[in-house]
């Protein structure tokens, strides 16, 4: 639990990446294997996609539901 300004702002610095999920649901990670952990599709393919964009969707094998990634920048 975040409990004053100070703690948000070294959270938000640390985060990473944002997911946005089929369902309309967002969720943010600091790194790209935690990503690649929830939403089953290898860290290695979210690299490339990502390589020198900002954003990009990719699309699970295992479950067939496509996630929109985008790079967060830093404060």
Do not use: G, W
């Not at 004053?4 to 990670?29: G, N, R, T």
């Not at 690649?36 to 390589?51: E, M, P, Q, R």
């Amino acid at each position: 639990m975040l409990q004053d300004e100070d703690e948000f702002i070294e959270y938000i610095k640390s985060v990473k990446y944002l997911v946005i999920f089929p369902d309309k649901s967002c969720k943010m990670f600091l790194t790209l294997r935690e990503v690649a952990a929830d939403i089953s599709v290898d860290h290695t393919t979210i690299f490339k996609k990502l390589k020198n964009v900002v954003h990009c969707f990719v699309t699970s094998k295992h479950s067939d539901f496509t996630f929109y990634v985008r790079k967060i920048s830093k404060l």
